[in-house]
Nanobody
Framework: QVQLVESGGGLVQAGGSLRLSCIAS????????MGWFRQAPGKEREFVAA????????DYADSVKGRFTISRDNAKNTVYLQMNSLKPEDTAVYYC?????????????????WGQGTQVTVSS
């Protein structure tokens, strides 16, 4: 089973940018559907973005569309989340998720592998 490790979180001012990375341990990374989710204190984990690694199709939550970009580098077994124009409401722990397959997945219940999360804090 693939293992995921996120990095790139931190503290940034509103309007700033961060790039999150998610490195997968498995060589057959290109066969996986990948997603980014986030969870703020007291709230449920919510969908942020997803990508199919074999074809590059992507999907985004309405709240981040136009500001965030999900991408992948199959040669490096890595998925990225470029976050621009950050807002205080983007503050959360961000998680990378994976599931073998070729379909965009928006529900957290459809993923079977998760990273440990990385904290993103946006100050006003």
């Amino acid at each position: 089973q693939v293992q995921l490790v996120e990095s790139g979180g931190g503290l940034v001012q509103a309007g700033g940018s961060l790039r999150l990375s998610c490195i997968a341990s498995r060589r057959t990374f290109s066969n996986y559907a990948m997603g980014w989710f986030r969870q703020a204190p007291g709230k449920e984990r919510e969908f942020v973005a997803a990508i199919i690694l074999s074809g590059g199709s992507t999907d985004y939550a309405d709240s981040v569309k136009g500001r965030f970009t999900i991408s992948r580098d199959n040669a490096k077994n890595t998925v990225y989340l470029q976050m621009n124009s950050l807002k205080p409401e983007d503050t959360a722990v961000y998680y990378c998720a994976a599931r073998q397959g070729w379909v965009i997945l928006r529900s957290r219940y459809e993923y079977d592998t998760w990273g440990q999360g990385t904290q993103v804090t946006v100050s006003s």
